[in-house]
Structures are given as structure tokens and as C-alpha cells.
């Protein structure tokens, strides 16, 4: 493991600042303080979230597939659970704006998703 290909990560931070840099903005100039504040709440999430689905993509490659759907489809379902449990969490006890928060989740859900199907995509297109 100690040839990591950093190009994802490097990708989500890249996107994280080009969103952050279009979105700041219009949700400092037309939402409420509660807004941002769950704007950047549903970032983090789904940036930990996509992170530890790269970090399980990045241990088992190479390993047998036994390993390897262990590992991602497994850990697809424990950040199914970590990510659910947070947004209750925010939601119930921290009183977070709920559109914003999801809307957020959803908006870099989908963006990320992109980002790992091409990674994914470049990494075992060669098999």
C-alpha cells in the first residue's frame, strides 16, 4: 500500500474549493446564518464519506475479490449507517436547517459519484 495514487483526493479538494468559491456568495448574501452553516455541514459529510470509500477502494486493490467486495461493499454499508446516524444527529439534537443540509448532501453526492466512477473507471480499466 505504499503506492497511493493521490489524484482523488486531490480531485475532491479541488471541487470543495472551486464550489466553495461559486457558493459563498449567494449563501452569505441571501440565506439566513443557518444556511451556510448546513451548507457546509452536508460538504463535510459526504467529503468523509467519499474519502473512506476511497480509502477502502485504495486497500483492497490487488487483493483478492473475497477482499475486495469485503472491503468496499461492507464499508458502503457502514457509511450508509455513520452518514444516517450524523444527519439524525444534526438534524434532532443540533436543530441544522434540514433542506439546506440534505440538499447539500445530495448536490455533493452526486458530484462526488462522478469523481469515483472515473477513478474507478481509470484504475481498472486496465484489467
Known amino acids: 500500500m505504499s503506492n497511493i495514487d493521490w489524484s482523488f483526493p486531490r480531485q475532491v479538494l479541488?471541487?470543495?474549493l472551486v464550489v466553495a468559491c461559486c457558493a459563498a456568495y449567494p449563501l452569505m448574501k441571501y440565506g439566513t446564518a443557518?444556511?451556510?452553516k448546513a451548507v457546509l455541514a452536508g460538504a463535510v459529510i459526504t467529503t468523509m464519506n467519499v474519502?473512506?470509500?476511497y480509502a477502502a477502494i485504495e486497500y483492497s486493490h490487488g487483493k483478492?475479490?473475497?477482499t475486495?467486495?469485503?472491503y468496499v461493499l461492507g464499508g458502503m454499508g457502514v457509511r450508509l449507517m455513520a452518514v444516517a446516524?450524523?444527519?439524525v444527529a444534526?438534524?434532532?439534537v443540533f436543530e441544522f436547517e434540514v433542506s439546506a443540509l440534505v440538499w447539500s448532501m445530495v448536490f455533493f453526492y452526486v458530484v462526488f459519484?462522478?469523481?469515483e466512477i472515473m477513478f474507478i473507471q481509470k484504475k481498472f480499466g486496465n484489467r
Request: proline letters at 4%; aromatic letters at 8%; charged letters at 10%.
Open 90 to 92: 444534526l438534524i434532532k
Open 34 to 36: 443557518e444556511i451556510p
Open 14 to 16: 479541488i471541487t470543495l
Open 85 to 87: 446516524a450524523v444527519m
Open 113 to 115: 459519484l462522478f469523481l
Open 51 to 53: 474519502l473512506a470509500g
Open 68 to 70: 475486495f467486495l469485503k
Open 64 to 66: 483478492s475479490a473475497s
